[in-house]
């Protein structure tokens, strides 16, 4: 998993948003959300995904009774960052632009504004902590 999950296809880094929103799934339960999401997938093309995912280990399997339970072993805060990594360095190595765009395209709530506030006021202080030192 050195990659941290840059080379997670799209199809399956559907599943992955599947399973970490239920937090684990088995194949039917991960295809009936699918399904409420207006996605419509075969039960047999979800097994085969679920399988790449378990093979590369980004998934566990563990057999319940008849059926296995995939729990995500890598989280969507890891995919995220590895993937934002890679594009700041596709396009250009500086992440500050990248962040800036991201911000102003998203339609983001007084309280996501918050949030942001919040980290970036963390970031500031460890930067001075660590400038002191």
Partial sequence: M????TDIPTAELELMGVLWRLGTGTVREVLLDLEAQGRELAYNTVQTLLGRLERRGYVRAVRDRQAHVYHPLISREQV??????TLARQVGGEPLPLILKLVEAQK???SDLRELRRVVTELEEDARRRNRH
């Fill in 2 to 5: 050195s990659r941290r999950g």
């Fill in 80 to 85: 995220a960052a590895s993937r934002l990594g």
């Fill in 108 to 110: 983001l709530s007084a």
